[in-house]
Nanobody, 128 residues
Framework: VQLQASGGGLVQTGGSLRLSCAASGRTVSSRGMGWFRQAPGKEREFVSAISVNSGRIYYAGSVKGRFTISRDSAKNTVDLQMNSLKPEDTAVYHC??????????????????????WGQGTLVTVSS
């Protein structure tokens, strides 16, 4: 599975961006999908995840209510709509394909080890 993230850019505080992750090579329809981010000098952190058939959706507390994850299994894509952006959202955003469905969650959806395919990342910069 190859994952290609796109949609990053420079936006002012309060603005919006929509990230997209396109999967190729194999279908990811049977896998949960997630977004992680890594800010300069910081550890990678979980942002959001979505199970197969969009049955379960998970958000980090810091983005809940501002970000919306969605997937289109027919297109093999996963999107992250980011609204009300803040300077602390500045990071490289990576999409990832989970080892399992994430539907019957073991509570580990936020752990990087749950994902075995990663995209190269797209940079989001929020100016104050």
């Amino acid at each position: 599975v190859q994952l290609q993230a796109s949609g990053g850019g420079l936006v002012q505080t309060g603005g919006s961006l929509r990230l997209s992750c396109a999967a190729s090579g194999r279908t990811v329809s049977s896998r949960g999908m997630g977004w992680f981010r890594q800010a300069p000098g910081k550890e990678r952190e979980f942002v959001s995840a979505i199970s197969v058939n969009s049955g379960r959706i998970y958000y980090a507390g810091s983005v809940k209510g501002r970000f919306t994850i969605s997937r289109d299994s027919a297109k093999n894509t996963v999107d992250l709509q980011m609204n009300s952006l803040k300077p602390e959202d500045t990071a490289v955003y990576h999409c990832a394909a989970a080892r399992g469905s994430l539907y019957y969650s073991t509570g580990n959806y936020y752990k990087a080890d749950e994902y075995d395919y990663w995209g190269q990342g797209t940079l989001v910069t929020v100016s104050s």
